[in-house]
């Protein structure tokens, strides 16, 4: 039983492509993450959902929309993919935000060619 | 610029040996996290630290949150290899908010 499912595990396209990644948690908890790691593993938020409301959205190009169709999905929408959008994309939940636990998925390994 | 800084970057020790991998910062945080991620995985939580000067152990790793609450330490005594991987400090720096994330200390134990 995974707690915080992502899909797909890995991607791989080439630049101008728009691709989405879908995330998914059966904890019942009421907030959703998205954070970037980049290659040398930096690992920075991008957005966060509270019961499908938009709480934090970091400087994230706009062509990185997320959507949240109900608390226990988060999935995120790329647009016009770049080089640099590279990078292992990591879905995570949490029953309040901050210093509650989040629990992490497994991460979306993107590779733009 | 990174808010936390994590050093050392990398650790390569024998397996019984003891290491510290320190998080530090010159803003002052409500809480800290530590995270341990192996190759593959996304992070996983150790323990939340959130009064200064705060210890706190896990088996055989040692947490320690700095008085001012700037800074962190995590001492893993006699490491084994099972504990490689890549461990992250995280801070909050008002309750209820975002997480800011640490470089991480990629820790190797050599058997």
């Known amino acids: 039983d995974t707690a915080v499912s992502q899909t797909p595990k890995y991607l791989v396209t080439q630049m101008g492509n728009d691709k989405s990644i879908k995330c998914e948690q059966n904890l019942g908890h009421d907030t959703m993450y998205w954070y970037k790691q980049d290659s040398k593993k930096f690992l920075k938020i991008m957005f966060s959902y509270n019961n499908k409301e938009l709480i934090i959205n970091e400087t994230v190009p706009n062509r990185f929309s997320p959507k949240s169709p109900d608390k226990a999905h988060l999935n995120l929408h790329i647009n016009s993919l770049e080089l640099g959008d590279s990078a292992v994309y990591f879905c995570?939940?949490?029953?309040?935000?901050?210093?509650?636990?989040?629990?992490f998925g497994p991460g979306t390994r993107l590779l733009v060619l | 610029t990174q808010l936390l800084k994590q050093s050392p970057q990398f650790l390569s020790i024998q397996e019984g040996e003891n290491l510290t991998v320190y998080c530090n910062s010159s803003s002052v945080f409500s809480s800290l996290q530590w995270y341990r991620q192996e190759p593959g995985e996304g992070p996983v939580l150790l323990v939340t630290?959130?009064?200064?000067?705060e210890v706190k152990k896990l088996k055989r790793l040692t947490f320690q949150f700095g008085d001012a609450r700037k800074d962190s330490s995590l001492h893993i005594t006699a490491a084994q290899p099972g504990d490689t991987g890549l461990y992250l400090c995280?801070?909050?720096?008002?309750?209820?908010?975002?997480?800011?994330f640490g470089g991480g200390t990629r820790v190797l134990v050599k058997p």
């Open positions: 630290v959130v009064t200064g000067g």
């Open positions: 995570a939940s949490s029953q309040l935000t901050g210093t509650e636990t989040q629990y």
């Open positions: 995280a801070g909050e720096m008002t309750a209820g908010n975002k997480l800011t």
